[in-house]
Nanobody
Framework: QVQLVESGGGLVQPGGSLRLSCAASESIPRFYTAGWYRQSPEKERELVAEFTSSRTTNYADSVKGRFTISRDAGKSTLYLRMTNLEPEDTAVYSC?????????WGRGTQVTVSS
């Protein structure tokens, strides 16, 4: 089963930017669903952005126009570019991959937006 490791989180001021990375132990076929979720102590885990199995993208309404999901040509790394960050974006961000018969999660990376 694919292993996922996130990186790129940290402390950033409101209005700032970060790019998260999710390194997979193997190439992720494009027909797999791959995306980013986040969870904070005050909220349930929510979808942030994903590539669907039909090769479209979905974004949470709260991040549309600010966040961009992408992947490298080798399909083993997933990215989340986050701009114009807000305190409400503070959360642990985790990547998730779903394929035939399995779902894999990374451990997550903390993003804190604060002045």
């Amino acid at each position: 089963q694919v292993q996922l490791v996130e990186s790129g989180g940290g402390l950033v001021q409101p209005g700032g930017s970060l790019r998260l990375s999710c390194a997979a132990s193997e190439s992720i076929p494009r027909f797999y669903t791959a995306g980013w979720y986040r969870q904070s102590p005050e909220k349930e885990r929510e979808l942030v952005a994903e590539f669907t199995s039909s090769r479209t993208t979905n974004y949470a309404d709260s991040v549309k126009g600010r966040f961009t999901i992408s992947r490298d040509a080798g399909k083993s790394t997933l990215y989340l570019r986050m701009t114009n960050l807000e305190p409400e974006d503070t959360a642990v961000y985790s990547c998730r991959v779903e394929g035939p018969g399995f779902v894999a999660w990374g451990r997550g990376t903390q993003v804190t937006v604060s002045s």
